[in-house]
């Protein structure tokens, strides 16, 4: 055998005890080497490296297993660093006249004015809007509006009957946005919830421009959010899923951009679009508006004979948090209190109101915080 290799020799079993006796190793071409009691022999490692030929040639392929991942990955960050630099030169960037800045320093009365009615805005909405301080008020550079139980104002027997309200000061146009008169016999009761609504009808407005704001929005499930995948009347909308979180947690910038040929929002950064809407498209298909109304009359297409409405008149701004609705903003379900359809939808509400701002908790409602707001006009080359 080659001495510079290692040299093996067995190892004779003790029948005695079954098992191998101890040995040690020693080199195998030393002197010393030699057959041990009992006949054990010697294991010596050779102190000279052994040959490892398969260490001299490398396969041809070999670097190949490193050369392709390296470059996928400097390929994927390329690609990756064209994509965000589209995005970010292919993004708007239009100036504006600033035509309204409102830091909720305070309750700036010339800018805004409460709608105060009882008529639910054309949506059905629940709401008594008030320009009560327990519903809108400005504190510590933030605006905030809360809704209230009505319940906690009149009690719980007026709410439901035999109380007639009259409204001082009522912003509405018909009758029923200002009286209404609580009746058991018939389901009839006052709002059960108090809230604001804050407008710029008589001071600011735009037509085409930008408008941002920060906002934290409240919890619960019954206010008016944005949910608007659920809502066949606005069907026009779209909305933003927050993957981190939900839009209660902290305050986010809301932004709508409206110009000749299209309207786009987008929450936080302009990159993160929600909503692109080609203005000069067909209107009504993209409405995917019912057959008819609820009372079974037919729902007629109004631009049927002078095609696509034309957005070019003065829009102001509106800021509210509304409860509860008729018109489908909230699809009947087990856990919705009411159903659309009812005469006595907000008696419904009202009766299952534990359950109402947040399911399975006791009636908890937060208000809305914005801060602050920004209106631009008249585009800027």
């Known amino acids: 055998m080659d001495t510079r290799g290692l ?19 020693v080199h195998a071409n030393e ?18 490296t052994p040959d490892k030929p398969w260490l001299k ?31 970010i030169a292919t993004t708007p960037k239009k100036k504006y006249c600033l035509v309204l800045d409102d830091d909720f320093s305070t309750m700036n009365t010339s800018i805004w004015s409460h709608e105060i009615q009882l008529g639910g805005f054309g949506n059905g909405e629940f709401e008594w809007t008030t320009a009560s301080s327990n519903n809108s008020y400005v504190s510590n550079g933030v605006l905030h509006i809360v809704p209230t139980l009505t319940e906690d104002v009149i009690g719980v027997g007026n709410l439901l009957n035999g109380y007639s309200l009259n409204l001082t000061g009522c912003t509405g146009t018909m009758w029923s946005d200002c009286m209404r008169t609580s009746n058991s016999t018939n389901g009839t009761i006052i709002n059960p919830v108090q809230s604001a609504r804050l407008t710029t009808r008589n001071s600011v407005s735009i037509n085409r421009g930008k408008v941002e704001i920060v906002a934290k929005f409240p919890k619960g499930t019954l206010h008016w959010g944005p949910s608007s995948d659920l809502d066949r009347w606005y069907m026009t909308t779209n909305t933003y899923s927050n993957q981190h979180n939900d839009y209660t947690q902290g305050y986010h910038t809301f932004s709508l951009e409206w110009t000749d040929t299209y309207t786009m929002t987008w929450v936080d950064s302009p990159l993160r679009q929600n909503l692109y809407v080609d203005l000069t498209k067909e209107f009504w298909n993209r409405g995917y508006f019912p057959l008819s109304y609820q009372n079974g009359s037919a729902i007629v297409n109004p631009w049927s004979s002078t095609g696509s409405p034309s957005f070019d008149q003065e829009f102001y701004l509106i800021l509210d948090v509304a409860v509860g609705g008729t018109n489908g903003w909230f699809p009947d379900s087990l856990n919705k209190p009411w159903v659309d359809n009812s005469p006595i939808a907000q008696l419904e509400f009202t009766i299952t109101k534990t359950n109402g701002f947040q399911p399975g908790e006791p009636a908890k409602i937060e208000d809305f915080l914005f801060n602050p707001l920004r209106c631009g006009s008249c585009v800027i080359d």
């Open 7 to 25: 040299a093996f020799h067995a190892l004779p079993l003790d029948l005695h005890h079954g098992e191998h006796r101890n040995h040690r190793y």
């Open 31 to 48: 002197p010393n080497a030699h057959a041990t009691l009992n006949g054990v022999f010697s294991v010596v490692r050779s102190s000279q």
């Open 57 to 87: 040639k490398k396969r041809p392929g070999e670097r190949w297993l490193t050369i392709i991942p390296v470059t996928g990955i400097i390929i994927a960050f390329a690609v990756g660093g064209v994509i965000c630099y589209l995005g």
